[in-house]
């Protein structure tokens, strides 16, 4: 929705402003100019990207336009778990969620949150390091250290699009500069005409230029800023799992644990104190799916 008002703005402004001064709407509608930027950008997008990061590009475009999953609901679901999971290992030692990670579609703690169980990213991420606990050969030392490497692993496939787009968006100013040279070579070349065709002529020329700042400025490196942000929630989630884990191993209690998991998380997300004891006091294992009850 953002995206969309922000691109009306971005319009209305410029063609707006344009108008006021008395300028002609027909004049900047060049289809060929058009053309010529967007076949490049999108010809440099295939270029400069291999399969996997061009399939991976795009599709993260439908991503821009949805809203964001991890909210604050998103966000104590998730330490609910983790507080769910800790307190059950903890009375009753680490082998009795041993079922649960194995198949966490068929556990009881698992399927109490749909949501983060519609997210394999969190699902195996969790169960993952929930394995490795289990087996007891690895210390928190090490496995804090695993998990590090895995969170900048997926940082860097989660910037791919991100990069990929800003590319993009850099190189079109470029290419709005090739479609106005290639107006000025036509015009040129067609020198023989009168005067007032030659201006309007090298008038269409310079759309080009304004095109190709337009599109970039306004239109194409915007995107890729979004997909940064949803990278970093993306990176945040895992971060707050790995925390809440190695505060668990390092023998805190769960409500201490799920506070260390609390503190990493963004201040436009992250619940307060009372609200994350009260939401995990009314969502034990056995009741109502916590996310309908929140609802």
């Not at 679901?77 to 969620?97: A, D, H, T």
């Not at 190189?171 to 479609?179: E, Q, R, S, T």
């Amino acid at each position: 929705m953002f995206i969309i008002i922000g691109y009306i703005i971005v319009t209305a402004s410029i063609l707006g402003c344009y108008a006021m001064v008395g300028g002609h709407m027909g004049a900047l509608y060049q289809p060929s100019e058009l053309v010529i930027i967007g076949g490049a950008g999108v010809g440099a997008l295939f270029v400069g990207n291999n399969g996997k990061a061009l399939k991976k590009t795009l599709t993260s475009i439908p991503i821009l336009f949805r809203g964001s999953n991890y909210t604050k609901q998103h966000y104590l679901s998730l330490m609910s778990l983790l507080f769910n999971i800790m307190s059950k290992s903890r009375q009753q030692g680490l082998l009795s969620i041993e079922k649960d990670i194995e198949d966490p579609s068929a556990s009881e703690l698992f399927n109490q949150y749909p949501k983060l169980m519609a997210d394999p990213l969190l699902v195996h991420f969790l169960t993952d390091y929930l394995r490795l606990m289990i087996s007891g050969n690895m210390s928190a030392l090490e496995i804090e250290s695993l998990m590090d490497e895995e969170i900048e692993t997926c940082e860097h496939e989660s910037d791919i699009p991100a990069q990929s787009i800003a590319a993009v968006g850099d190189a079109l100013p470029a290419f709005g500069i090739v479609a106005a040279v290639m107006g000025v070579v036509h015009a040129l070349a067609s020198a023989d005409r009168p005067p007032a065709e030659l201006g309007e002529l090298i008038a269409h020329a310079m759309v080009g230029t304004f095109l190709g700042i337009l599109l970039s400025y306004g239109f194409v490196s915007p995107l890729a800023t979004v997909l940064r942000q949803k990278s970093a929630e993306k990176i945040k989630m895992l971060q707050c799992i790995k925390v809440t884990l190695l505060a668990n191993l390092h023998g805190y209690a769960p409500q201490v644990a799920v506070e260390f998991g609390r503190k990493v998380l963004y201040t436009t997300e992250r619940p307060a104190f009372t609200e994350l004891e009260d939401f995990v006091r009314n969502n034990k294992p056995g009741t109502r799916s916590a996310e309908a009850n929140e609802e």
